[in-house]
């Protein structure tokens, strides 16, 4: 293109020459010289102008917006007081704060500065990666009320909207880059400037979130997208997918790239990695084997890893820790400050002498397994679920108990008939080493994880009967089943670590009969 322009150019100074005849043309030869010496300058000029100016766009600090006016308090600041005074941080994922309504992962500046207004009025403190890290370790905070911001992506917004904010309230947060795309695509992504600038105030620090491979790409023949990240990727010049250990060297390459960008840029080395698209690794083709392997890549370099999306509640707590994942809330354009307040209390860890008899608190309850629209009353007999369902279940505030390790469950239970019905009681709910009790009209039978034959699953004859009294006592070291006063079953630990078999529990019941007999939980009282 540039060699068209010198020729059209020189075409035109020749056409001049012409016109003016010998003189002219006497005359002309000095000037077509210096035209062809000035096009020849701007040549070789131009790449290094079009470097400059792209160099340029690539550290830019753009001005940042004034914070939005503050409104009044925010409502719902009682719900987030009525949390338990001496609990884990919650930690919040956020993508964008800006002026665009058009995607839910944008908040506005005006919303933003309204919830952390809230947080600040709730007693809430943030802390700084460091500070999270260290609490995973020792699970000591530095305040009852604490929560880590994070903000995937690194979209510019965090420079323009958001510090201004953070600055207000004297807060910080964590930004996770993605750091391939720094610089790149202005002015959706920050700028390497901005970044410095950002870690230079001390309210932000950063974090791992690829270099690269925060992208959708082919899987398979079809041309179907997942993450790049969590699935091995189609080869379409060689009609296979990737092995593992190519896998294994792409992934590895671009965590250690991102390291080696945050490293290079004068910033502390990071702690923590975010996966993208929060994508959970038994949804990827991955299988087993490949999803070990990842984690391995990923606990070589880092202290933990957060999602969105877990396949169990993993809230920070000692569970997370010794999973060394955590489990994000997100935030989106639709939060209120009211609405994160309440949830941030649902999140709060409750100690299981503030249970408190939990049937008596319907909206303590998640009704699990695929029983859409069937409330945790069927589990007392207060309702019916649908005619073809034939088992229901539900866990009691799966977050707030992730990390319970000791207490005791008291339940009475009647409505067994036969060997049609049935309830069954979970403990370690959630953890890595459940133990599942199952009581009918005859027996009673503990079932823990992993097992598979029937022989392994201590078992015991009860006296027949619709009703039962059961006692559950849960530690690190064992589960111990009594019923109606007469021990029944135990169930020793097998050498892990108690944070690994911490979890709360869930109650089912069973109707398998043509009839419509289903068993019910009197009551139901946590020590």
């Known amino acids: 293109m540039t060699a068209d322009v010198t020729a059209d ?19 002309g030869r000095p000037l077509v010289r210096a035209a062809l010496g000035l096009l020849t300058a701007a040549v070789v000029v131009l790449p290094f102008a079009a470097a400059w100016q792209h160099d ?58 309204a919830q952390l207004r809230a947080l600040r009025d709730a007693g809430y403190r943030t802390l700084s990666t460091r500070e999270f890290t260290d609490f995973l370790r020792d699970g000591r905070t530095p305040g009852p009320r604490t929560v880590y911001l994070t903000f ?34 202005r002015p959706y992504y920050l700028t390497w400037a901005e970044v410095e600038r950002m870690a230079r105030s001390g309210r932000w620090d950063f974090q791992a979130h690829t270099h690269l491979s925060h992208e ?5 023949a079809a041309g179907h997208e997942r993450s790049a990240f969590t699935n091995r990727l189609w080869r379409p010049d060689e009609g296979r997918v990737e092995t593992r250990d190519e896998y294994r060297s792409r992934i590895a390459a671009d965590l250690d790239r991102t390291v080696r960008d945050l490293v290079d840029h004068d910033l502390p080395r990071p702690r923590l990695f975010a996966y993208p698209f929060s994508e959970r690794l038994d949804e990827t083709n991955l299988g087993a084997r490949g999803a070990d392997a990842l984690l391995a890549i990923l606990r070589e370099r880092f202290t933990a890893t957060l999602t969105n999306s877990a396949s169990r509640p993993l809230p920070a707590g000692p569970r997370a820790a010794a999973a060394r994942q955590v489990q994000r809330l ?40 695929d029983t859409e629209g069937v409330g945790p009353g069927t589990l007392t007999g207060d309702s019916r679920p649908p005619r073809g369902t034939d088992y229901v279940s539900a866990a009691y505030r799966s977050l707030a108990t992730a990390d319970w390790t000791t207490y005791r469950l008291r339940a009475t ?18 953890s890595e080493h459940p133990v599942a009790l199952s009581v009918g009209r005859n027996t009673a039978s503990l079932t823990p994880s992993g097992t598979d034959a029937a022989s392994d699953r201590p078992t015991c004859r009860l006296d027949p009967s619709a009703t039962h009294r059961i006692a559950v006592a849960v530690t690190p070291r064992q589960v111990r089943v009594s019923v109606d006063g007469d ?39 946590v020590e």
């Open 216 to 220: 959708r790409a082919p899987v398979d």
């Open 56 to 113: 340029s766009l690539r550290r830019a600090v753009a001005e940042q917006a004034a914070p939005p006016a503050s409104g009044a308090a925010a409502d719902g600041a009682a719900d987030a007081k009525a949390a338990p005074a001496a609990g884990a941080p919650v930690v919040l994922a956020y993508h964008d704060v800006g002026p665009d309504d058009r995607s839910r992962y944008t908040v506005s500046a005006k919303t933003f500065d």
């Open 413 to 430: 239970v009647g409505g067994l008939h036969g060997t049609s019905n049935g309830v069954g009681i979970t403990v370690r709910a959630g």
């Open 9 to 27: 150019a020189t075409a035109d100074v020749t056409a001049d020459v012409n016109r003016d005849g010998p003189r002219g043309r006497r005359h």
């Open 152 to 185: 995937d992506d690194g979209t510019h917004g965090l420079w323009t909207h958001a510090d201004p904010v953070l600055a207000r309230y004297g807060m910080t947060a964590a930004a996770y880059l993605i750091t391939g795309q720094v610089g790149t695509h």
């Open 330 to 369: 997100e935030v989106t354009r639709d939060t209120t400050p009211a609405g994160l307040l309440r949830e941030m209390a649902r999140w709060a860890p409750v100690a299981p002498g503030d249970a408190d008899r939990p049937l008596s608190h319907p909206a303590h309850w998640e009704t699990t397994g």
């Open 487 to 525: 021990p029944c079953a135990t169930v020793r630990a097998d050498g892990w670590r108690s944070a690994e078999g911490a979890g709360g529990f869930s109650l089912s019941v069973r109707n398998s009969g043509p009839e419509q007999r289903w068993p019910r939980f009197a009551s139901l009282t």
